[in-house]
């Protein structure tokens, strides 16, 4: 059953970062949640872009990252879209909590278990909400999947194998270390947050190698991180993530009876697609690129107007970096590493079908100093 978006009140929310993806997918979906959420303002530490987008967007409240609390003020912002760099997600995370707003911090949560903890509790402890932008937990052809799975359509699944590259352009914010970029905490969470999601349980142990060094582009990030995951069920999943590589974005799910395969899967700009195999029968479905950025919008817009939890929460969040932390301890040891069992505190289910919204696709957008990543 699909959830209900009801009521006339738009929750007004501030975007904190207004790099690229910011300008090509996060404001232009506002147009497309307007149902119950409204862009009210603009921070950024670049005059050029609070310029050019409050005149574009007709935003009145705009401020630098050292006015945050006054422009959430002034504005009478009820939420902030974290748009930031990874290692700021933390810090301005708890500065929006403090004054009583709530947070949709894009992914991956942060750099450390101890700073997911951290932000967890900052909002726990201002009675604000708190959700991690998993945009393909409101995405249909992965959301298809997982259903495909839970019902048994391919047996007991058994592998998940994942390939995610792409060039990364020289000097990109994801290849500074100083802003915690790479390939691993970049495109690597997304497949972990598919793998555990679809099987529906998380990893105990862990086995990585990273790749460094491999140009100019990559002395201070990994290039590419392969990993194994190994669950308790005996499940195993693998991925190889990449920022060297030519574009691919699929993954693979094995069972005792058939296959899933999403090739792309990852995408936020073009069409996905599935293939079902079962037995000696193939299946293939397409599903037209849509906007993936305003279902979150929506989902937690409700969440604050109907005071419930949003299904991507910080703990969602916290599950994921806990396997990049041991991803990179593995990584850098060449040693296997153990996690201890994880039982999760939220009781609220796995993303669903029921999350699925179809909104129109954001038409191309020319932003204001932020290139693409892509070269």
């Keep these: 059953m699909k959830e209900t978006y009801e009521g006339n009140r738009r929750i007004r929310y501030a975007v904190i970062g207004l790099g690229n993806i910011a300008q090509v997918a996060i404001l232009p979906a506002f147009e497309h949640a307007k149902q119950n959420s409204e862009l009210v303002a603009l921070i950024s530490s670049n005059r050029e872009k609070l310029t050019v987008l409050a005149k574009k967007y007709e935003i009145e409240h705009t401020g630098s990252y050292d006015s945050v609390e006054s422009v959430l003020r002034t504005s009478r912002a009820d939420a902030v879209y974290i748009a930031l760099p990874n290692t700021m997600h933390r810090s301005m995370t708890e500065r929006v909590a403090a004054v009583g707003v709530h947070v949709l911090c894009e992914k991956p949560m942060a750099m450390t278990v101890e700073d997911c903890e951290a932000m967890v509790a900052a909002t726990r402890a201002e009675n604000v909400k708190l959700m991690v932008a998993y945009r393909l937990h409101f995405e249909k052809a992965n959301l298809t999947a997982i259903e495909r799975i839970r019902k048994g359509e391919i047996g007991d699944p058994r592998i998940f194998t994942s390939t995610f590259c792409q060039q990364v352009r020289e000097g990109d914010v994801r290849t500074r270390g100083r802003t915690a970029g790479g390939a691993a905490y970049d495109m690597g969470v997304h497949c972990i947050n598919a793998a555990r999601n679809l099987f529906r349980e998380e990893p105990t142990q862990v086995l990585a190698v990273q790749v460094r060094d491999t140009g100019d582009r990559f002395q201070e990030v990994d290039e ?105 301890a593995s990584a850098r040891t060449g040693q296997r590493v153990n996690l201890a069992p994880y039982e999760r505190e939220d009781d609220r289910p796995r993303p669903s079908l029921r999350l699925d919204m179809r909104l129109p696709a954001v038409g191309n957008v020319r932003p204001v100093d932020a290139p693409s990543p892509s070269k």
Aim: charged share 25%.
């Design 224 to 328: 590419a991180t392969t990993a194994i995951l190994r669950f308790s069920s005996g499940r195993v999943a693998q991925f190889t993530a990449s920022q060297g590589a030519a574009d691919v974005a699929e993954y693979r799910v094995v069972g005792t009876k058939g296959d899933i395969r999403l090739d792309p899967a990852y995408g936020y700009r073009s069409a996905l697609s599935e293939y079902v195999t079962v037995g000696e029968k193939t299946y293939h479905t397409s599903y037209s690129s849509r906007d993936q950025f305003a279902p979150e919008l929506i989902h937690f817009s409700n969440a604050i107007l109907t005071d419930t939890e949003p299904e991507p929460s910080g703990e969602e969040g916290l599950c994921d970096v806990r396997v990049l932390r041991a991803i990179e």
